[in-house]
């Protein structure tokens, strides 16, 4: 999970790189991330492959330990992962070895790439923006990183009384799904506020789904429910 200089939350790195050494363990503390990343990896691969060719380069912002990483580069991605978090970056690379993918990564933030003057057709926050201090500095900054014509994909929790419900009190006290304290419900993102937010920022939110957890079939899938978790699209100008 990503945390920038200009929203940057130091309890937030902390408590990821706490639990880098866990990320890829299916039934541990990222359990939810392991059920929904082939989810929300193949809904935006769908919307890539539709504009770009394989072997588009990717950023994906707050890449923790690399789930939907390598699921793009998988696919066919030259994929940069970045995260503020050390330890869970570390944790990408160790997972990463021997793979022979077309995939990096980097210790640091969105605002240095920025500096840096980089620019990226394709760039991933995912379950990132909701803790981030600042989300519309956060999306100024990813937006600053999108080439023209370029996609951004971001997906967080809305903020409804079913996602206090089911995603903070049922995920991290009930079901312990989640270690308690991973969200904060004031946090979450209407769809609305989001589209907003890329406005301000000239970009088009053009696509949103929700994430929906199917509890007969234990798993996610893509519907129109968007109440809880939802995944969406923009673009920018051409």
């Known amino acids: 999970m990503m945390a920038t200089e200009t929203s940057a939350k130091a309890d937030e790195i902390a408590r990821f ?23 929300r990896a193949n809904w935006l691969l769908a919307r890539v492959l539709r504009q770009f060719q394989p072997g588009v380069r990717v950023l994906d912002v707050g890449c923790g330990a690399g789930l939907l990483s390598e699921a793009l580069a998988k696919a066919g991605c030259d994929v940069l992962g970045l995260d503020a978090a050390g330890q869970a970056i570390e944790a990408a690379r160790a997972h ?20 840096e003057g980089l620019k990226f057709p394709v760039i991933t926050a995912l379950e990132v923006i909701e803790h981030v201090a600042d989300p519309a500095a956060f999306l100024a900054t990813l937006a600053g990183l999108l ?28 079901l312990r799904m989640l270690p308690v304290g991973t969200h904060e419900w004031k946090q979450f993102i209407t769809p609305a506020e989001l589209g907003r937010l890329c406005r301000q920022q000239g970009l088009r939110l053009n696509d949103v789904a929700g994430l929906s957890f199917d509890a007969l079939r234990g798993q996610f899938g893509i519907s129109r429910d968007t109440s809880i978790n939802y995944i969406a699209a923009a673009q920018s100008a051409a």
């Open 17 to 39: 790189d706490a639990l880098a050494a866990h990320w890829w363990e299916p039934k541990g503390p990222m359990r939810p991330l392991h059920m929904m990343n082939p989810v």
């Open 96 to 115: 990463a070895v021997g793979q022979g993918l077309t995939l990096s990564y980097r210790t640091g933030t969105a605002e240095a790439l920025l500096a």
């Open 147 to 174: 080439e023209p014509g370029g996609l951004l994909f971001i997906s967080t929790l809305n903020r409804t009384a079913k996602s206090y419900l089911v995603a903070k009190f049922g995920a991290e006290y009930v």
